[in-house]
């Protein structure tokens, strides 16, 4: 990356590089930078809003056409993203699956973005960086940086050129503030024309964008008055679904309803801030003053007819009490002793867990029903990738891990993944039987709950996941369902694996649930030694709730040569893997020497 390092100090930035919590390396400013800070020592910035953002985009892909474009095969999905600051909703977007077109005008901001691009290369083909301020037309503005947050620039356009004695006036209105401030020339453009460029350099981008984020400090309304043939979905691209920053007080500028206006006007309804499909009214006063409470804040348009509207529920009827009739007198007597009434309790869900929804009970009804008949209970998690897991509610620790925490071996898996991007960079992509072939797989063994197996996937990566636990599978196929975004790259393979095909007991601690264990030996386990061994557990290792289970194990070799079988386009080169499987790893192993000696496959 010389040339972009290059160009950062050609601009006299002082860069760092952090690890978002997403798992994308992202260029940052050494000093001086709010969202830097944040992504330094948190890893995060905006990352509920991001999450809740592309549930709502992921919506739209569900019930939208994909669109038509000049030169198929088409993408799939763009995403908008304009403001793209440090650039977490793109990199978070690229992760996703998403192509984006993403919008910057700040010269440090879009030279840390170039950095890291390039420090992404799994992800930079999706990403499409424009460098550029959007506005109403082609204008003469000032860029306005305050030296205290270098990344966060605003802009004060008028049609003629900015002069030196103008400048200067300006700068004079901060200085007697006490803000220091750095004032630079620009011309902004059309976001119309800069779509409209962006889909003639790629002609197999859709005619549907799938979301838009827009956050450029107080200058949304005039770069949406410059966009009115993407607003109306007459020109290059249809806009279902917009999450953008409002600004209270801009400076100098109309008040946010001329914003709300100009977006109804054009076809969009406002959405809560969340976006979670609570309609407003549009005269709703005292809606408008609580969004706005705080000056700045996120909003959702979404365009009308483009995702059903939520049913109104009708209030629920009030009963009128029984007219009142004089009763005569009662003849006292001993008052009642009140019966409690027992109160149900509250339902409260752990800190990452979330409601599986109707429409994901009726899509996912099979997975469901197999956990039901294995009387598993469950429950879903919500991670801070955005990755929904089904999981167990009882006793089981990987679960208990993620419903408290929303991770599991986290720091292992992005430095694991790290690896195998680097391995990515040094080695051929291999070939495969039926071109074209996938870019790369990730063999995932002892895949649990499939925390490693849907990072890879967002990562880009197809999957081969080995799990040999019922319920554990069980809970894989429920999470699969529930991520339909992310399932084509992920296959999933029932089975235990061992050095050869053979007899096995699985050893279930009831006290975790999760995690099993085998003992294998070459012919089948009889009642009188289940009953020995089961002794054995109690005596020796003091584990007296131990559930065993006769099972059949497969070699490591023959399960991969079926799933190059079922899957021609996957690549004879495996681009990383992790196994875990409680100990049985050397005979798994022992199972597999043509993986090993990189023979056949």
């Given at each position: 990356c010389s040339a972009e390092i290059a160009a950062l100090d050609e601009l006299s930035i002082s860069f760092t590089v952090a690890k978002a919590a997403m798992?994308?390396?992202?260029?940052?400013?050494?000093?001086?930078?709010?969202?830097?800070?944040?992504?330094?020592?948190?890893?995060?910035?905006?990352?509920?809003?991001?999450?809740?953002?592309?549930?709502?985009?992921?919506?739209?892909?569900?019930?939208k056409a994909k669109g038509t474009c000049a030169q198929p095969p088409c993408v799939d999905k763009v995403f908008l993203d304009v403001g793209a600051n440090l650039?977490?909703?793109?990199?978070?977007?690229?992760?996703?699956?998403?192509?984006?077109?993403s919008v910057e005008g700040s010269p440090p901001n879009f030279a840390l973005l170039q950095l890291s691009k390039c420090l992404n290369p799994d992800l930079a083909p999706r990403i499409n960086f424009v460098d550029s301020f959007v506005n109403e037309g082609s204008e003469h503005c000032l860029v306005?940086?305050?030296?205290?947050?270098?990344?966060?620039?605003?802009?004060?356009?008028?049609a003629e050129e900015w002069t030196e004695p103008a400048m200067t006036a300006y700068k004079a209105e901060f200085t007697k503030h006490n803000r220091n401030v750095r004032l630079t020339r620009t011309m902004t453009r059309q976001l119309d024309t800069i779509i409209a460029q962006v889909l003639e350099e790629h002609p197999n981008f859709p005619n549907v964008f799938h979301g838009m984020k827009i956050d450029i400090e107080g200058s949304e309304l005039m770069a949406m008055r410059g966009a009115p043939k993407l607003l109306a979905g007459q020109g290059a691209a249809e806009l279902p679904i917009i999450f953008s920053e409002v600004w209270y007080h801009i400076r100098g500028g109309p008040q946010p309803d001329a914003y709300f206006q100009l977006m109804r006007a054009a076809g969009y309804e406002l959405r809560d801030p969340s976006c979670l499909w609570v309609w407003f009214a549009e005269q709703d006063a005292a809606t408008l003053a609580r969004i706005m409470k705080n000056g700045i804040e996120n909003v959702c348009f979404v365009k009308k007819g483009s995702i059903p509207a939520p049913v109104p529920q009708p209030p629920p009827e009030v009963a009128l009490p029984?007219?009142?009739?004089?009763?005569?007198?009662?003849?006292p007597e001993p008052a009642p002793v009140p019966v409690p009434v027992p109160v149900p309790a509250p339902v409260v869900l752990a800190k990452h867990e979330r409601h599986i929804t109707d429409a994901e009970r009726q899509t996912c009804s099979a997975e469901i029903a197999a956990l039901v008949g294995l009387n598993i209970e469950y429950a879903i998690v919500k991670t801070p990738l955005g990755i929904s897991l089904a999981v167990m509610r009882g006793n089981d620790i990987v679960s208990k891990a993620l419903?408290?925490?929303?991770?599991?071996?986290?720091?292992?898996?992005?430095?694991?993944?790290e690896a195998y991007n680097r391995a990515v960079e040094h080695r051929e992509k291999g070939t495969c039987a039926q071109p074209p072939c996938v870019d790369k797989v990730f063999l995932?063994?002892?895949?649990?709950?499939?925390?490693?197996s849907f990072y890879a996937a967002l990562q880009g990566m197809h999957t081969v996941s080995v799990e040999g636990s019922p319920p554990n599978f069980a809970l894989l196929q429920l999470s699969k369902c529930l991520n339909p975004l992310l399932a084509p790259r992920i296959n999933l393979i029932h089975a235990f694996v061992s050095e050869g095909s053979e007899h096995c007991l699985i050893m279930c601690d009831l006290s975790n649930?999760?995690?099993?264990?085998?003992?294998?030996?070459?012919?089948?386990?009889?009642e009188p030694e289940m009953v020995v061994h089961r002794e054995m557990l109690r005596v020796k290792e003091g584990r007296r709730n131990v559930l065993l289970k006769p099972t059949v194990t497969r070699r490591l070799d023959d399960v991969i040569a079926e799933a190059l079988a079922a899957h021609p386009n996957f690549p004879n080169v495996f681009r990383g893997m992790k196994i875990d499987i409680e100990g049985s790893e050397l005979m798994a192993m022992r199972g597999a020497p043509k993986l090993l000696a990189g023979q056949e496959f």
């Open positions: 798992g994308a390396s992202i260029a940052v400013m050494a000093s001086n930078d709010i969202v830097s800070q944040f992504l330094v020592t948190s890893g995060k910035w905006e990352q509920s809003e991001t999450v809740k953002a592309f549930q709502e985009y992921d919506v739209v892909m569900q019930q650039g977490t909703w793109t990199f978070y977007a690229a992760l996703h699956g998403y192509h984006t077109v306005v940086c305050d030296l205290a947050n270098q990344g966060d620039v605003t802009l004060n356009c008028k029984p007219p009142v009739v004089p009763a005569p007198v009662p003849v419903l408290e925490y929303g991770q599991w071996e986290h720091p292992d898996t992005v430095q694991a993944f995932d063994i002892g895949t649990n709950l499939g925390t490693w649930q999760g995690d099993i264990m085998l003992n294998c030996q070459d012919h089948e386990w009889t």
